[in-house]
């Protein structure tokens, strides 16, 4: 454990950060897990709606700092051709 007042202020505020982290990193995963259970069948609008808020969410994620801007790119595109392939099947 941390021995300096500032080292247990920097402690503390790392959790804080950790588990904002967390529950970002998870409503990444929430949002991807919705976009690839998508079937053929669901309406062209659903998928597009439901592609512009994945993208949102990690376009925020990439602001924020949670995830690296490139993996946040890396994320959008593949999620995007996924959602192509399905309105194309």
């Known amino acids: 454990m ?17 588990l904002r982290n ?3 990193k998870t409503r990444i995963k929430n949002v991807v897990k ?6 053929p069948a669901s309406a062209a609008e659903t998928q597009a709606a439901e592609l512009m ?3 949102s969410v990690i376009d925020k994620a990439a ?5 690296h801007h490139r993996t ?3 994320k959008i595109s593949r999620l995007a051709k996924r ?3 399905l309105t194309a099947a």
Not at 63 to 67: A, Q, T
Request: charged share 30%; hydrophobic share 40%.
């Open 83 to 85: 959602a192509a392939r």
């Open 34 to 39: 919705k976009i690839t259970l998508l079937t």
């Open 63 to 67: 602001k924020k700092g949670v995830i």
């Open 2 to 18: 941390a021995n300096h007042k500032s080292a247990v202020k920097r402690h503390l505020q790392s959790q804080k950060q950790r």
């Open 72 to 74: 946040a790119a890396r």
């Open 53 to 55: 808020a994945a993208q």
């Open 22 to 24: 967390r529950i970002v």
